[in-house]
């Protein structure tokens, strides 16, 4: 049997980077990637004439994990459009036009009041189950913006802009994602704007993630799809879906919660990791790239969260077309590769717009994701975040949802690379 000192399982950013750590650590390594690529959940696709982002795309200096690895590999961004119109709804759900100050003025008191929580709530970003969180973990979103009492145009804009940042309905979704993420940017909602959605990295993520992947010493295999565990108190046994059996000292799982019961685990996965990917974590929406005719001015647009399409802005535009990314809470509400539910969908806004294409990726379809950017249901942080970080004998958990800063994003999955490489190379070397 093939043996090695670490097995990572995965190669989005997580399993790259812990690779690339170990490797460097003098460690052999071999990473197994189910599908026939890295990047994971990160992935640059040639479609509607651009180079698309179908999963994770932004990034910011704020999120210092990736912003490492940006200057690392001479990484520059390029802003998204600053949009010169926005569109939302009204009373009665008419359709609303003004500048982007008149809606954040809509905004602002809503935004502000749930972010004011963020500091005492979770002082230190860094430590995301410290603080008045403990209190605070079992609220949802949506119970703390009902206690905001705005009018019904407030409410639902809103509404609208929280579905962008957390792409589930806000009654599943607890309350410290929105904290944690206010946390990170200092209270200051609209750094927090900003951090999830405002700089794309140029030449795109699957370069970057390539640029990792070119920098790991070791063996990355891509098609290889781990379906079996077993594990000792000194070794664990890998077995690939074509029956091959890999040995190693330590094996790093960077799979999703949603996905982790993929692989059979023997003796069984800790209970955290059971009972959480039991329950699901809350996020379950869309991303969609939208192609529509005619050269659009820069536009954003909030609908309700009850919308399929609750958020859209415009990302490129050229002479003859434009090109829209909407986002929305359900990913069973809209076929996302239908050009007539996409249309129907951006009808609330505006009647011109034209859909000629659509592209999307459906992560919560995807076996080897279920998942898109994780955001929890209440209280599953507070419950669940310390105990998902910790190895179970030779068996060690990396992955964006184990992060303690940016849970969810591509910084998170890097920190929780850079935090297991640490402890498996402490452990082979002490
Ligand atoms: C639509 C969308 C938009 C997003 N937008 C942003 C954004 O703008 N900014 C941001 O920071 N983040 C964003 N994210 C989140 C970001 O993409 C993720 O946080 C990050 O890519 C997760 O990396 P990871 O390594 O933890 O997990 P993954 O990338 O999911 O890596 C896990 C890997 O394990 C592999 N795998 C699974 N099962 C097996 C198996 N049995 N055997 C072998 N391999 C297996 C998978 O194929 C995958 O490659 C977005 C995500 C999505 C889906």
């Known amino acids: 049997m093939e043996t090695t000192d670490v097995i990572v399982i995965g190669a989005g950013f997580a399993g790259l980077v812990a690779a690339r750590e170990l490797g460097r650590s003098g460690h052999k ?5 189910a599908r026939a690529r890295v990047g994971g959940r990160t992935w640059t696709e040639q479609a509607l004439g651009h180079d698309l982002e179908l999963g994770g795309t932004w990034v910011h200096w704020v999120q210092p994990h990736v912003w490492a690895e940006m200057t690392r590999y001479g990484r520059q961004t390029v802003r998204s459009p600053i949009a010169e119109e926005a569109y939302w709804l009204g009373a009665g759900a008419a359709p609303r036009k003004g500048s982007l100050a008149d809606f954040s003025a809509l905004i602002h008191d809503g935004q502000q009041q749930i972010v004011a929580d963020a500091l005492s709530a979770i002082p230190q970003a860094i430590a995301p189950t410290v603080g008045r969180i ?6 949802s979103l949506q119970q703390r913006i009902d206690d905001l ?3 019904d145009e407030a409410r639902s804009a809103n509404e609208s802009v929280w579905v962008g940042h957390v792409n589930a309905p806000l009654h599943e979704v607890g309350l410290s994602s929105a904290l944690r993420w206010a946390s990170a940017t200092g209270g200051h909602w609209p750094l927090m704007h900003e951090a999830s959605a405002t700089y794309r990295v140029v030449g795109g993520m699957s370069a970057f993630s390539a640029a990792i992947a070119a920098d790991v010493v070791g063996d990355i295999r891509l098609n290889s799809t781990v379906t079996a565990i077993d594990h000792s108190e000194n070794r664990a046994t890998v077995t690939l879906f074509d029956g091959q059996k890999l040995r190693a000292q330590r094996v790093i799982m960077t799979l ?3 996905a982790i019961d993929t692989i059979t685990v023997t003796p069984s996965l800790p209970e955290v990791w059971r009972r959480a990917n039991e329950e699901r974590v809350a996020s379950q929406g869309i991303k969609v ?9 820069r536009f954003f647009a909030y609908a309700s ?3 399929p399409i609750s958020v859209l802005k415009s990302e490129f535009i050229e002479d003859d077309h434009s090109i829209l ?4 809470p359900d990913h069973t509400a809209i076929d996302v590769t239908s050009i007539e539910q996409v249309q129907a969908a951006v009808g609330v806004w505006r009647d011109d717009l034209e859909v000629i294409g659509v592209a999307a990726h459906d992560w919560m379809k995807d076996p080897l994701s279920k998942n898109t950017w994780m955001t929890h249901r ?9 105990r998902l970080q910790l190895a179970d004998g030779v068996l060690h958990f990396a992955g964006c949802d184990t992060a303690d800063l940016w849970g969810g994003f591509i910084d998170g999955a890097v920190e929780s690379g850079l935090r297991e490489a640490r402890l498996v190379s402490n452990a082979l070397t002490r």
């Open 29 to 33: 390594v071999i990473v197994l990637e």
């Open 256 to 258: 999703p919660i949603n």
């Open 134 to 139: 403990t209190d605070l973990d079992e609220q």
């Open 378 to 386: 209440p209280g599953q942080l507070t419950r669940d975040l310390s």
């Open 149 to 151: 009492h705005l009018d």
């Open 325 to 328: 990314v909407g986002f929305g």
């Open 305 to 307: 969260q009850h919308h």
């Open 289 to 297: 790239w939208i192609k529509v005719r005619g050269r659009l001015p």
